[in-house]
């Protein structure tokens, strides 16, 4: 027989069950309740992926808190596109902390100075963006966007610092030919992109064009640049010359001709780089040996960097062995401070590099579940 007093137990049982309360990044964007202005790529439409997102604690909504899960959800309205999932992921790992860094940039290893807490590692399943949702439900399908801690982490965001949140992923079974944005927001302010002006021709390394440089990447304070390269010979070691000076170098005037060659020095060399052309002759663009980091200082504000590279293809060009590639000149452009305490430093084509090749005021839209 059915207790009578079980209907109006159960709602007593809800009532004095411990409320979940939650912290929505970033706070000036008011994601509880707002559809964000941006997207992102990363993780979820890569195959692979390293990913560190940043807010200060304005941005959190609080310098100290504890944590027992993190929610992300997709960037929306957007119609549904592609296969359906759901899509497998090799390993995907999440990690969450605080950093005292003051200003993230390119290099994940620099913006961590204590070791993060990993809150998920292993293999996940997902299910992509199903339509037009307004905005997007936190946790996606299934709650496959939400990740719930083994434990509370405890956070504790120092003054100036930041609290972290770093995502490692491989293999990734969407194409990215699937919608799978994650919803972000982007800060007034941050990166202002510089330029990069190729000048001169190179010299033969045995193919049919002559060796270039190419200058890619955020060419600001605080970014990367990728100095990749083309016909520069089959696996020919590579010496990268980066110089203050096309005037000249020393004493000598340039550019300055290789005697008895048609190749031209065309920088001073005030720094090398070395790096290995590949079967093809090239440097692939964003390979890892080709990215160069920028400090996240004043002092880079409108540098100018001039860089050419160097193959050594004996016995070509004799007496030398070498041939020389065109010149690229890049003039760094700024790093201002944002309207929002946000940063995402990303590497989307690898999760073992050192060096993120995205560079921006960015943070995803993510709900804190506090305990």
């Known amino acids: 027989m059915r207790s009578a007093a079980l209907p109006l137990f159960l709602p007593l049982c809800a009532a004095l069950a411990p409320a ?48 027992n899960e993190l929610a992300l959800r997709f960037d929306g309205p957007i119609p549904k596109v592609g296969a359906s999932g759901p899509f497998a992921i090799q390993r995907l790992k999440i990690q969450i902390g605080v950093t005292t860094v003051a200003q993230p940039a390119s290099v994940f ?67 990215g030919r699937t919608h799978a944005l994650l919803d972000a927001a982007r800060a007034n302010g941050g990166v202002v992109p510089g330029t990069a002006t190729k000048a001169a021709l190179g010299c033969g390394a045995g193919g049919p064009a002559p060796a270039e440089i190419f ?21 020919a070691p590579i010496a990268t010359a980066l110089g203050a000076s096309d005037v000249s170098y020393g004493t000598l005037p340039l550019p300055l001709r290789l005697p008895g060659t048609t190749c031209d020095l065309l920088v001073s ?30 002092a880079f504000t409108s540098a100018v960097i001039h860089a050419q590279h160097v193959s050594f293809v004996p016995p070509l060009n004799a007496p030398w062995g070498v041939a020389l590639s065109d010149k690229v000149t890049v ?12 940063w995402k430093v990303a590497n989307p084509d690898a999760s073992g590099v050192g060096v993120g090749r995205v560079f921006a005021a960015d943070g995803l839209a993510v709900r804190i579940r506090m305990p």
């Open 215 to 235: 200058a890619e990447g955020v060419l600001a304070p605080g970014g990367a640049l990728s100095l990749h390269g083309a016909n520069l010979g089959a696996g």
């Open 109 to 175: 290893s620099a913006n961590l100075s204590q070791p993060l807490t990993t809150v998920f590692d292993g293999p996940h399943s997902y299910w992509p963006d199903q339509g037009t949702f307004f905005p997007e439900a936190w946790g996606g399908l299934n709650g496959a966007l939400a990740f719930p801690f083994a434990q509370p982490v405890p956070v504790v965001i120092p003054a100036g610092g930041w609290f972290v949140i770093d995502v490692t992923m491989d293999n990734n079974a969407n194409d």
């Open 331 to 342: 003039a760094l452009g700024a790093l201002n401070p944002p309207d929002k305490g946000i």
């Open 20 to 67: 979940q309360s939650y912290l929505h990044l970033p706070a000036s964007s008011t994601p509880a309740t707002n559809e964000l202005s941006y997207w992102s790529e990363e993780p979820f439409m890569r195959p692979h992926t390293r990913l560190q997102v940043f807010y200060s604690a304005t941005e959190t909504g609080s310098a100290a808190f504890s944590a």
């Open 269 to 298: 060399i005030d720094l090398v780089v070395p790096q290995l052309a590949d079967a093809n002759g090239t440097l692939p663009q964003f390979s890892a040996s080709t990215l160069l980091a920028v400090p996240p200082v004043p």
